[in-house]
Nanobody, 124 residues
């Protein structure tokens, strides 16, 4: 059983930055695939970015390239999502998820464990 806890959400003005953290209780992430998803009101949950078990492979939503980055150290905890140049449309609940098997998948159904989510609100 893997328990994930996100933190770092909050209210920020457009153009600002936030760094979200995802910690696994009592263990490191090892070689799990870790994904960050988000869900805005009235919308489906969507993949933001995911990183493979070795840390060398990432998958990111095209529209977020250059603004969002993920970092993962298999020997350490937690996994970070750095979000820069935030826009009001980035407002959502952000979730961390872990997938026990490889490779990276973009659908939320492929992930085995989920955090409770952290709210990110970007004001204009």
């Amino acid at each position: 059983q893997v328990q994930l806890v996100e933190s770092g959400g909050g209210l920020v003005q457009a153009g600002g930055s936030l760094r979200l953290s995802c910690a696994a209780s009592g263990r490191t992430f090892g070689r799990h695939v870790i994904g960050w998803f988000r869900q805005a009101p009235g919308r489906w949950r969507e993949l933001v970015v995911a990183i493979g078990g070795s840390g060398g492979d990432t998958r990111i939503e095209d529209s977020l390239k250059g603004r969002f980055t993920i970092s993962k150290d298999n020997a350490k905890n937690p996994v970070y999502l750095q979000m820069n140049s935030l826009k009001p449309e980035d407002t959502a609940v952000y979730y961390c998820a872990a997938r026990l098997s490889q490779p990276i998948r973009t659908t939320d159904k492929a992930y085995d464990y989920w955090g409770q989510g952290t709210q990110v609100t970007v004001s204009s």
